[in-house]
């Protein structure tokens, strides 16, 4: 008689949130916003159509609204997430769009919003960085809740959910993850998202372990199927065996007393055995984020990314008042200690609404960073008085993105000695007491770095570029990935260099880029000498564990025999051997 029995199978994704869940699938129903007809409108209709799709977007906004109005208050720190969604509904290219489709096509309101945001997702799908290419699902988000209204469908009610599961999904709106009872909800999977998106933002502050990106996991997984969510590997996990369920029950209880003991030690200082201090910061994208850095015992902002503000905009630049609104909430929140605001890294593949001149065949050596900045003096200066308007709240460092020359800091400092400058002839209230810092992202400035170091108080390691620019790799092509390894000894060795010069010139030296957050790489950047690691919060507790388990001098020592590795998997081997029994088993030595 053959075993009819279904087979364990695993479905390979992003993982969104780290953690593990086991239990029933709870398949949340999106029928009905994909069964759209075309059809024509009549000239003497077309009017009516158009207050047809206003009207659905003003109850797409009151719905947005309520939502917003009846979050939690441990979730306040997102509701610029949804908030931002409210903006979307009237964007230009969203909204605007849509009712000049209706009456140049004559069309229904249902294909022109799906044509519109058709031609919008493969804009965002073409830019190379993921943060950036993500934000693409934010205009799905809105487009879907929209869509909905104009056809009379229910949106999902996560809310209401009264048993203990875990969600599948084609995807998961802010909004509607911004729903989910912790009591009841144990995970989720989607088959959309990625780690940058915000809904993947969201499950790590509510700490539930998400694989995203999943693309066909509606189509296999039933409901009340017993599944595996395993958010550190990225994995979903159908009909588990036996021994599967004992191994994963295992993992689970094993990361839950790990999570405790970090939890409880994560307001600890970073201090190694010997008594050496080394900050551990955290990176932000959105001004809420701050409060998981606060949480997680960060001992300040080590990179606040401010693109977001801009790419969020349905039209123009952000004007300096919103800018500095946003930077005074986060330095208000993290007072007395530092926060580092790196000032625009728009490039060719972060597209600006309505700015199409910023696109180009090779953005990432094209107009980025600084040199947009340069470029765009109007820009920069709006940016730079809004950075020295909040420095009167508390404790600010500046930093600079992709320079590659001298002249550029030169010129640098001096629009930002401007800004300072044009705010005291108006009498606002600023501060120029602030630190000044560059990228070292661009083999040019390593070499260069002792010359790169005069007029500035540190330097800041992005490994995130400089690996990919060092080693000619694009990390976004799956036929050379493998190869972007961190522990390359050409990459080592920069670090070396770059730590020497701040020493002997006596700036500061610190990372803010991936390599950073990863407990495997905490012996050697310690031994190298990094004074700060900034990373993902939810990096922070695990990060100060390590470091207080490390001897400053052993650490040192080490690295003399990491330097004589000529290869990645020499330095992983030695890295193992030296130090498996502090570092966690869950993590990667490479990429």
Same mark, same amino acid.
């Given at each position: 008689?053959?075993?009819?029995?279904?087979?364990?199978?695993?479905?390979?994704?992003?993982?969104?949130?780290?953690?593990?869940?086991?239990?029933?699938?709870?398949? @949340?129903?999106?029928?009905?916003?994909?069964?759209?007809?075309?059809?024509?409108?009549?000239? $003497?209709?077309?009017?009516?159509?158009?207050?047809?799709?206003?009207?659905?977007?003003?109850?797409?906004?009151?719905?947005?609204?309520? +939502? +917003?109005?009846?979050?939690?208050?441990? /979730?306040?720190?997102?509701?610029?997430?949804?908030?931002?969604?409210?903006?979307?509904?009237? $964007?230009?290219?969203?909204?605007?769009?849509?009712?000049?489709?209706?009456?140049?096509?004559?069309?229904?309101?249902?294909?022109?919003?799906?044509?519109? !945001?058709?031609?919008? *997702?493969?804009?965002?799908?073409?830019?190379?960085?993921?943060?950036?290419?993500?934000?693409?699902?934010?205009?799905?988000?809105?487009?879907?809740?929209?869509?909905?209204?104009?056809?009379?469908?229910?949106?999902?009610?996560?809310?209401?959910?009264?048993?203990?599961?875990?969600?599948?999904?084609?995807?998961?709106?802010?909004?509607?993850?911004?729903?989910?009872?912790?009591?009841?909800?144990?995970? #989720?999977?989607?088959?959309?998202?990625?780690?940058?998106?915000?809904?993947?933002?969201?499950?790590?502050?509510?700490?539930?372990?998400?694989?995203?990106?999943?693309?066909?996991?509606?189509?296999?997984?039933?409901?009340?199927?017993?599944?595996?969510?395993?958010?550190?590997?990225?994995?979903?996990?159908?009909?588990?065996?036996?021994?599967?369920?004992?191994?994963?029950?295992?993992?689970?209880? &094993?990361?839950?007393?790990?999570?405790?003991?970090?939890?409880?030690?994560?307001?600890?200082?970073?201090?190694?055995?010997?008594?050496?201090?080394?900050?551990?910061?955290?990176? +932000?994208?959105?001004?809420?984020?701050?409060?998981?850095?606060?949480?997680?015992?960060?001992?300040? @902002?080590?990179?606040?990314?401010?693109?977001?503000?801009?790419?969020?905009?349905?039209?123009? /630049?952000?004007?300096?008042?919103?800018?500095?609104?946003?930077?005074?909430?986060?330095?208000?929140?993290?007072?007395?200690?530092?926060?580092?605001?790196?000032?625009?890294?728009? &490039?060719?593949?972060?597209?600006?609404?309505?700015?199409?001149? %910023?696109?180009?065949?090779?953005?990432?050596?094209?107009?980025?960073?600084?040199?947009?900045?340069?470029?765009?003096?109007?820009?920069?200066?709006t940016q730079l008085r809004a950075i020295l308007r909040a420095a009167a709240y508390g404790n600010v460092r500046v930093l600079f993105p992709m320079i590659s020359s001298c002249n550029e800091v030169t &010129?640098?400092?001096?629009?930002?000695?401007?800004?300072?400058?044009?705010? $005291?002839?108006?009498?606002?209230? #600023?501060?120029?007491?602030?630190?000044?810092? @560059?990228?070292?992202?661009?083999?040019?400035?390593?070499?260069?770095?002792?010359?790169?170091? *005069?007029?500035?108080?540190?330097?800041?390691?992005?490994?995130?570029?400089?690996?990919?620019?060092?080693?000619?790799?694009?990390?976004?092509?799956?036929?050379?990935?493998?190869?972007?390894?961190?522990?390359?000894?050409?990459?080592?060795?920069?670090?070396?260099? !770059?730590?020497? !010069?701040?020493?002997?010139?006596?700036?500061?030296?610190?990372?803010?880029?991936?390599?950073?957050?990863?407990?495997?790489?905490?012996?050697?950047?310690?031994?190298?000498?990094?004074?700060?690691?900034?990373?993902?919060?939810?990096?922070?507790?695990?990060?100060?564990?390590?470091?207080?388990?490390?001897?400053?001098?052993?650490?040192?020592? /080490?690295?003399?025999?990491?330097?004589?590795?000529?290869?990645?998997?020499?330095?992983?081997?030695?890295?193992?051997?030296?130090?498996?029994? @502090?570092?966690?088993?869950?993590?990667?030595? %490479?990429?």
């Amino acid at each position: 008689m053959s075993d009819t029995s279904p087979r364990e199978t695993v479905l390979k994704g992003i993982g969104g949130s780290p953690g593990i869940c086991i239990g029933k699938a709870y398949l @949340i129903d999106k029928e009905g916003v994909d069964v759209i007809k075309r059809y024509a409108i009549h000239e $003497d209709n077309l009017e009516s159509e158009k207050n047809r799709f206003k009207t659905a977007v003003k109850n797409a906004k009151t719905d947005l609204h309520q +939502i +917003i109005e009846d979050l939690p208050d441990d /979730f306040r720190e997102h509701a610029s997430i949804l908030e931002t969604h409210m903006v979307l509904l009237k $964007d230009k290219m969203l909204y605007g769009s849509t009712i000049d489709t209706i009456e140049r096509e004559g069309i229904n309101a249902e294909w022109a919003l799906r044509k519109v !945001v058709t031609g919008l *997702k493969a804009k965002f799908r073409n830019m190379s960085d993921p943060y950036f290419r993500e934000r693409g699902e934010d205009i799905v988000h809105v487009s879907d809740r929209i869509m909905r209204k104009l056809l009379g469908a229910e949106l999902a009610n996560i809310k209401a959910i009264n048993k203990r599961v875990i969600l599948v999904a084609e995807d998961l709106s802010p909004a509607e993850t911004s729903q989910i009872q912790l009591e009841r909800i144990m995970g #989720f999977v989607t088959n959309s998202g990625g780690m940058t998106s915000h809904t993947g933002i969201i499950a790590r502050t509510l700490q539930i372990p998400a694989v995203l990106g999943l693309d066909c996991a509606t189509n296999i997984v039933k409901n009340d199927d017993l599944i595996i969510v395993d958010g550190f590997a990225g994995e979903l996990i159908m009909n588990p065996t036996e021994e599967t369920l004992v191994e994963y029950t295992q993992r689970h209880e &094993n990361y839950e007393v790990r999570q405790a003991e970090l939890v409880r030690g994560s307001h600890l200082p970073a201090e190694t055995t010997d008594g050496i201090s080394v900050q551990v910061m955290g990176n +932000i994208e959105l001004s809420e984020e701050v409060v998981s850095v606060r949480d997680n015992g960060g001992d300040g @902002i080590g990179l606040y990314r401010t693109e977001f503000q801009y790419l969020s905009r349905s039209a123009g /630049f952000p004007t300096e008042y919103d800018l500095f609104d946003k930077y005074k909430d986060v330095i208000e929140v993290m007072h007395p200690k530092p926060v580092t605001i790196r000032t625009l890294d728009i &490039n060719g593949d972060k597209v600006l609404s309505g700015r199409p001149d %910023t696109g180009e065949l090779n953005p990432a050596l094209g107009l980025r960073g600084i040199r947009y900045c340069l470029k765009k003096t109007d820009v920069f200066k709006t940016q730079l008085r809004a950075i020295l308007r909040a420095a009167a709240y508390g404790n600010v460092r500046v930093l600079f993105p992709m320079i590659s020359s001298c002249n550029e800091v030169t &010129n640098a400092v001096r629009m930002l000695d401007e800004a300072a400058e044009s705010l $005291d002839r108006e009498g606002v209230k #600023f501060s120029r007491n602030v630190q000044i810092g @560059i990228m070292i992202e661009v083999p040019s400035v390593v070499i260069m770095a002792d010359m790169m170091a *005069k007029g500035i108080d540190f330097f800041s390691i992005g490994t995130n570029d400089l690996i990919q620019y060092t080693l000619a790799i694009d990390r976004d092509n799956k036929n050379v990935a493998h190869l972007y390894h961190p522990l390359h000894p050409a990459i080592i060795r920069m670090i070396k260099h !770059v730590s020497d !010069v701040a020493k002997d010139k006596g700036v500061g030296v610190f990372m803010c880029g991936e390599m950073a957050g990863d407990p495997a790489h905490v012996p050697i950047l310690l031994g190298l000498g990094i004074d700060e690691l900034s990373m993902n919060p939810y990096s922070i507790p695990p990060i100060k564990r390590i470091i207080r388990s490390l001897e400053m001098s052993d650490a040192k020592a /080490f690295v003399e025999y990491v330097l004589r590795q000529p290869t990645a998997s020499g330095v992983t081997d030695l890295l193992q051997d030296t130090y498996s029994d @502090i570092l966690p088993d869950n993590i990667h030595y %490479t990429r």
